[in-house]
């Protein structure tokens, strides 16, 4: 009876957990999609400006005129910033359709510098585009995906826990959301140690 019943659950959550990383990996591709649409419909004047801010960021990065300390702590914490953000929505329950939005937000910003380069630079703009995204824009859109799921799927048991009054083991459940949120800041760490200091050295060797 009770291997059952764990049969029976184990089975809903894992469609639960499927649902999940289905709408997220949609809203990111979404975000992407009209994100790089964005970029290449703006106006003249538009087209003018992020030429302009884009020739301004290379010749920096070209002439090593970039503060490596602000840098790196801006980038710290806008990615710290985010993490937790992200990371306190799932406590609060209501925040699942800002965990989205934050996402589809993300991954638009990333469409649009990925296609405002390319559009800028043509065939050049697609080895400039490689260089400025990876690996870390990448790994961080993924730890991004990664930690809204935990969000949005802790903000469900919780939600089942205290108003449904499902059987879960809450403590077990807090236990591992706090250390995916200890793994995701030490990666971001990471992404942003090599955005400030690798990804410049890689994108002057094609600039």
């Excluded at 990996?25 to 009209?34: N, S």
């Excluded at 970029?39 to 920096?60: G, P």
């Excluded at 077990?172 to 410049?200: D, N, T, W």
Aim: hydrophobic share 55%.
């Amino acid at each position: 009876m009770n291997e059952a019943k764990n049969k029976v659950k184990l089975k809903n959550s894992l469609e639960t957990q499927k649902k999940i990383y289905i709408a997220l990996l949609v809203v990111a591709l979404l975000g992407l999609v009209l994100g790089s649409i964005y970029a290449i419909i703006l106006s003249d004047s538009d087209h003018t400006l992020v030429r302009e801010s884009l020739n301004a960021f290379f010749t920096d990065i070209d002439k090593n005129n970039i503060n490596y300390g602000t840098a790196f702590i801006n980038s710290l914490i806008g990615n710290t910033v985010l993490t937790l953000l992200i990371w306190f929505l799932g406590i609060s329950i209501i925040g699942i359709p800002i965990i989205f939005i934050f996402n589809f937000f993300k991954v638009f910003i990333l469409g649009f510098s990925i296609s405002s380069i390319i559009y800028t630079y043509h065939v050049k703009g697609i080895i400039y585009a490689i260089s400025y995204i990876f690996p870390h824009q990448i790994i961080v859109i993924l730890i991004t995906i990664f930690l809204s799921f935990y969000a949005v799927y802790f903000s469900k048991r919780l939600f089942c826990y205290l108003f449904l009054k499902h059987d879960i083991n809450l403590k077990h459940g807090m236990k591992r959301y706090i250390q995916v949120l200890l793994i995701s800041l030490a990666i971001l760490v990471l992404c942003s140690a090599i955005e400030v200091f690798l990804s410049p050295v890689i994108m002057k060797l094609f600039y």
